[in-house]
């Protein structure tokens, strides 16, 4: 006959051996901290014109002058949605030393972007991207990815896969302190 709470007190004497709690460290970091590779590119950034998902035109040229971070996404990519907080929260803090972004969404239609960006409250400029727009830029293989462009119009830095907030501090600020 079985004593109630045996079962329990089997599952209490399991502790995690070292390399349990090294693994799951492990996933929890790779969570908040996504791997991204970030490639160094030095070359003029093409003359990229998008519509914004209210009908506004926005050429990358209006932000020459300021740093630029050219997002490509999509609402249905779970990494986009993963780092955009980050975003939004980076260019509320950034944006009146002269921080910018684009978020040019790789969905098939504006609305579904509209809605989500409307009801997740996030206030930087998005807008459908366009054939060739990524190609222009460096290749966009895969989501997320963004080119940092500087205030001279160059493409600084490519970025396969996740920003977060410390990568965008690491990357954007020294090029916010250049003249």
Not at 13 to 34: C, E, M, N, Q, S
């Amino acid at each position: 006959m079985k004593v109630k709470g045996e079962g329990w007190r089997k599952w209490a004497r399991l502790k995690p051996d070292w390399l349990t709690l090294v693994l799951f460290g492990l996933i929890a970091y790779v969570w908040f901290r996504p791997p991204a590779w970030v490639s160094d590119e030095n070359r003029t950034a093409p003359a990229i014109k998008a519509t914004s998902l209210d009908g506004r035109p926005i050429p990358l040229e209006q932000w020459r002058g300021k740093v630029v971070l050219v997002n490509f996404w999509a609402t249905w990519c779970p990494y986009c949605r993963h780092e955009m907080p980050a975003m939004e929260r980076f260019y509320r803090d950034y944006r009146a030393q002269g921080f910018e972004i684009l978020a040019l969404s790789q969905d098939d239609a504006p609305e579904p972007v509209r809605r989500f960006m409307e009801k997740e409250g996030y206030h930087f400029p998005a807008a459908m991207a366009e054939a060739g727009q990524a190609d222009s830029l460096g290749g966009a293989s895969r989501l997320p990815t963004s080119f940092l462009i500087d205030r001279q119009g160059r493409v600084r830095y490519k970025i396969s896969g996740q920003v977060h907030y410390a990568r965008l501090e690491n990357l954007v600020k020294p090029l916010l302190a250049e003249k």
